[in-house]
Nanobody, 127 residues
Framework: QVQLVESGGGLVQAGGSLRLSCAAS????????MGWFRQAPGKEREFVAAISWSGASTASADSVKGRFTISMDNAKNTVYLQMNSLKPEDTAVYYC????????????????????WGQGTQVTVSS
């Protein structure tokens, strides 16, 4: 059973930066592909970024391309989401997710691909 704990959320002004962290425990982290999703009030949870267990392959949503970067540190069992140039529309609860991967370069984009979820961390961007 994999446990995921997010941290790093908070309140930031538009144009600012935050780095979210997701610490994993209880599994062989190096075989899990990881993802970040977000859910704004009244909206469905949506894909933000994903990374393969090797770290060699990544993907991100068009809405965050060029501003958000996903990365991982297997030695620390932690995945990160560096968020720059934040906008008010980035305000949401951000969730970390994990799934056992079929291959070192595989990443996953759909909510249904993921088996484990963190509790979420709030990110609020003021205008």
């Amino acid at each position: 059973q994999v446990q995921l704990v997010e941290s790093g959320g908070g309140l930031v002004q538009a144009g600012g930066s935050l780095r979210l962290s997701c610490a994993a425990s209880g599994g062989t982290f190096s075989r899990y592909a990881m993802g970040w999703f977000r859910q704004a009030p009244g909206k469905e949870r949506e894909f933000v970024a994903a990374i393969s267990w090797s770290g060699a392959s990544t993907a991100s949503a068009d809405s965050v391309k060029g501003r958000f970067t996903i990365s991982m540190d297997n030695a620390k069992n932690t995945v990160y989401l560096q968020m720059n140039s934040l906008k008010p529309e980035d305000t949401a609860v951000y969730y970390c997710a994990a799934t056992f991967s079929r291959g070192r370069s595989w990443y996953y984009l759909r909510l249904s691909d993921y088996d484990y979820w963190g509790q979420g961390t709030q990110v609020t961007v003021s205008s």
